[in-house]
T-cell receptor, first 117, second 111 residues
Framework: GAGVSQSPRYKVAKRGQDVALRCDPI?????LFWYQQALGQGPEFLTY????????KSGLPSDRFFAERPEGSVSTLKIQRTQQEDSAVYLC???????????????FGPGTRLTVL | GQNIDQPTEMTATEGAIVQINCTYQ??????LFWYQQHAGEAPTFLSY????GLEEKGRFSSFLSRSKGYSYLLLKELQMKDSASYLC????????????FGTGTRLKVLA
């Protein structure tokens, strides 16, 4: 596709439910990032993939959060037993180059707005 | 620790010039990025600096001083459509490379 897509765009979950958020990166992009953005704040790093390898998951808030990218393309962020504090916009971004030090930049998807009641 | 500071809000008049400042303290530095984010939309890339100095791109310019941990985004000939949040982000080299974002500066452009 032309850009990064995410689905669903909006998700309402009852506290305790599990949710799965999908990201389709730009075709051929090696790097994929997940961010959490609370209202009025900047994106907070969650995790980073290079192809199918999850190289950094230091930003995941708890073990209820899990991300995968099994074939190096589509990625899924799963949140188990959702809590109200999980309510936020979850942004996915991809970039072409795996090399730090490049001028490569991230392209963001539209995000999934998660509301936990 | 990792810290990026930018003003929360700024207001300017259509046609004017505005400068949005960003200071950072990060573990490792591999470039500074500015993004624009309209309400309810994804951030979009504006500019990138890795060396000291000014990068100009149309109405937008960005400056970096690595020794001072300082950057600014300069917007000229402001238009109403420039009303948005402007995010400063540093690509850190602590561990794997990742992007640390500031909280964003919400710019209001008034007629």
């Amino acid at each position: 596709g032309a850009g990064v897509s995410q689905s669903p765009r909006y998700k309402v979950a009852k506290r305790g439910q599990d949710v799965a958020l999908r990201c389709d990166p730009i075709s051929g992009h090696v790097s994929l990032f997940w961010y959490q953005q609370a209202l009025g704040q900047g994106p907070e790093f969650l995790t980073y993939f290079q192809n199918e390898a999850q190289l950094d998951k230091s930003g995941l808030p708890s073990d209820r959060f899990f991300a995968e990218r099994p074939e190096g393309s589509v990625s899924t962020l799963k949140i188990q037993r959702t809590q109200q504090e999980d309510s936020a916009v979850y942004l996915c971004a991809s970039s072409h180059n795996r090399l730090a030090g490049s001028t490569d930049t991230q392209y963001f998807g539209p995000g999934t707005r998660l509301t936990v009641l | 620790g990792q810290n990026i500071d930018q003003p929360t809000e700024m207001t300017a008049t259509e046609g004017a010039i505005v400068q949005i400042n960003c200071t950072y303290q990060t573990s490792g530095f591999n470039g500074l990025f500015w993004y624009q984010q309209h309400a309810g939309e994804a951030p979009t890339f504006l500019s990138y600096n890795v060396l000291d100095g000014l990068e100009e791109k149309g109405r937008f310019s960005s400056f970096l001083s690595r020794s001072k941990g300082y950057s600014y985004l300069l917007l000229k000939e402001l238009q109403m459509k420039d009303s948005a949040s402007y995010l400063c982000a540093v690509r850190s080299t602590s561990g794997t490379y990742k992007y640390i974002f500031g909280t964003g500066t919400r710019l209001k452009v008034l007629a």
